[in-house]
């Protein structure tokens, strides 16, 4: 299987060459030849690279790390070259709106892109590897003794020593973070060579070129959007800080400023879920029923779970899962190997060949994951006539937007419908406080943070922020954004962007934010579309058909329309907007305005 992927990389590099570019003058027919050789390539490329990718990601050893590694870069190098083939045609007159799509989904698809220069390429992917294997590799402390990551960010949620949080937040950020500073402004330097000579201004450019328009307008757009909800995460900080100061006394926490960024369950302050019981009123988390507990009562298993979830889908209209996904897909974690746990949805052929990866238990948190990874595959399995470069959601916050949608209605009435949850035990309106503010803790309070990263970063990349400012930088965006600030001071030795995976990974962060909001806005549409009365966060619009065949209609576009087209599909809008999360917690804000009356709010 590896040497048909090899000999198919050497094949597609040599399409992708089309002796066009040898002219001094180049035309729109051009460019679709090399458009249309150069998407056959790749198309080609990835059935053999997402096989071998799956097999490494469900049977763990050495070999498959080595295979993977392998094609992983033959593919990297496959996207290098396309893309910086599709920059030559970037000028040319007449080209049809289809090819130019195609040309510049090219050019965006590497997140950072090397100069052309000798050496170059290596360079930066030293860096960026050695920065991400530091990072997987990294310990921070908790009492004195070496602690991993996954055990901190663990141990981050479930301890309340205050001086135990400042020694894991600290340890972390000095140990994982600052040793890597030297090396980020190296990546930057040349990524950004690389950006230049695509057509970018900059890889902050580059990334922020990927959403249909221009990229200081999308930039702008973000800062529309976080205005939007600023007030209701205002409240909920105002009464997160109120609860830590009882917590904690004045010495820890005071009554005013910015939160302590370690005590918040989280090594980033990222979601506030973990301390829910620090800030629950008495009686209000009591939701008076357990889906995990409902799963076991039931007699569910995994396989059950996972059928369910297709339920879901298939009541909106949509076709059965293939027999297919069934007998390839890992739904429990096998007893006689090492596999990715981490839950992610596949389609291996871009057609039919459906799967998801997770080790499912018989929980709450398992049930939801199961309805969110299947929004993937229909997703997948929807926009699958469309041509390879179109495979894709509208934009990178989509795709992860419709499962959790989808998820945001497994609601008490769900659970009632598919016989899970007696009538008689839905919960009454009295209990709806606890529920939202519960939801808040996570989606709500992440809001600032799935902004800021990418702020940082395209700071960093445009130059306004200097090497020098690295740090006082970030410690001023989280300081604006989400009213936090470290436990300690800090100054320019230190690097703590380097202590969240997605800066040393240079994984971009901006498609959390926007999937956070799309999530709602898809959620309210559906159940305007169900014709649902009562308030927002009680609806599910299970067995739907109209829903679903308005849903279905995004979805088949793929990534073929600026995403406006796709939103408008849906949701009848062709705006982005947090209006629809504002009226979900509504009720939320009004009960939290009344609990901070008479508390200062900002910081």
């Known amino acids: 299987m590896i040497r048909t992927g090899i000999s198919t990389l050497a094949l597609a590099l040599s399409l992708a060459a089309t002796p066009a570019l040898a002219q001094t003058k180049l ?28 097999v490494n990601a469900t049977y763990i050893t050495d070999d498959t790390d080595a295979i993977a590694s392998r094609v992983n870069a033959a593919q990297t190098e496959l996207q290098v070259k396309a893309a910086l083939e599709a920059a030559k045609y970037d000028k040319v007159a007449g080209l049809s709106p289809d090819t130019r799509r195609k040309l510049d989904l090219m050019r965006n698809a590497i997140t950072l892109p090397a100069p052309t220069r000798p050496g170059a390429a290596d360079t930066l992917a030293t860096l960026v590897t050695g920065m991400s294997s530091s990072y997987g590799k990294g310990k921070g402390t908790l009492d004195g003794k070496p602690i991993n990551g996954s055990d901190i960010e663990a141990a981050m949620g479930t301890e309340r020593d205050p001086a135990k949080l400042k020694e894991m937040w600290v340890s972390w950020h000095d140990t994982v973070g600052a040793p890597m500073r030297g090396d980020y402004q190296r990546m930057v330097s040349i990524a950004n060579e690389g950006a230049v000579g695509l057509g970018y201004k900059d890889t902050g450019a580059l990334w922020r070129s990927g959403y249909d328009m221009d990229p200081a307008a999308f930039a702008k757009m973000t800062d529309t959007l976080w205005k939007q909800v600023e007030p209701l995460y205002q409240s909920l900080h105002t009464y997160v800080r109120w609860k830590l100061n009882e917590k904690y006394g004045d010495s820890v926490q005071a009554k005013t400023g910015p939160i302590r960024a370690d005590l918040l369950g989280n090594m980033w302050a990222q979601e506030w879920g973990n301390i829910y019981d620090l800030v629950a009123p008495p009686g209000a988390g009591d939701l008076g029923f357990d889906t995990g507990e409902l799963l076991k009562e039931k007699g569910y298993d995994p396989v059950k779970m996972v059928k369910t979830g297709e339920g879901f889908y298939s009541s909106l209209g949509f076709d059965p899962l293939p027999e297919t996904f069934w007998t390839r897909s ?24 459906l799967r998801i990866k997770m080790c499912t238990k018989v929980n709450g948190d398992d049930f939801v994951t199961i309805h969110h990874e299947l929004g993937h595959n229909y997703y997948q399995r929807a926009y699958n006539k469309q041509p390879y470069l179109y495979l894709n959601g509208a934009n990178d916050g989509f795709h992860e937007a419709i499962g959790d949608f989808v998820a945001l209605s497994i609601t008490p009435d769900y659970l009632v419908q598919i016989g899970l949850l007696d009538q008689t035990k839905v919960p009454s309106s009295d209990k709806d406080i606890g529920l939202l503010l519960k939801q808040a803790m996570d989606k709500v309070a992440f809001l600032p943070f799935g902004l800021l990263i990418d702020k940082w970063r395209w700071g960093v990349f445009s130059g306004q922020i200097k090497p020098g400012g690295y740090e006082s930088s970030w410690n001023a ?15 320019e030795t230190k690097f703590d962007p380097g202590a969240k995976y997605h800066v040393p990974a240079s994984v971009p962060y901006t498609r959390y934010f926007l999937a956070r909001l799309l999530q709602f806005q898809f959620y309210k549409a559906a159940c305007d579309q169900a014709g649902w009365k009562g308030p927002l966060h009680r609806c599910s619009f299970y067995g739907n058909k109209e829903v679903g ?18 939103l408008e599909a849906f949701t009848g809008s062709r705006e982005m907007s947090g209006e629809a999360m504002v009226e979900y917690f509504a009720p939320l804000k009004a009960w939290l305005d009344e609990q901070n009356k008479g508390k200062p709010t900002g910081w």
């Open 549 to 566: 065949a308005k849903l279905n209609a995004m979805l088949t576009l793929g990534q073929s329309k600026p995403w406006p087209d796709a």
């Open 330 to 353: 890992q739904i429990t974690k096998p007893a006689d190997r090492e596999v990715i746990c981490h839950a992610s949805a596949w389609d291996v052929d871009n057609k039919d060949d």
């Open 477 to 491: 965006l989280r300081l604006q954004y989400q009213g936090i600030a470290p436990p300690v001071a800090r100054d």
């Open 27 to 54: 035309t729109a027919a051009d460019a679709d030849a090399f458009v249309a050789k150069t998407e056959k390539a790749l198309a080609d490329f990835s059935i053999n690279a997402n096989q071998v990718q799956w």
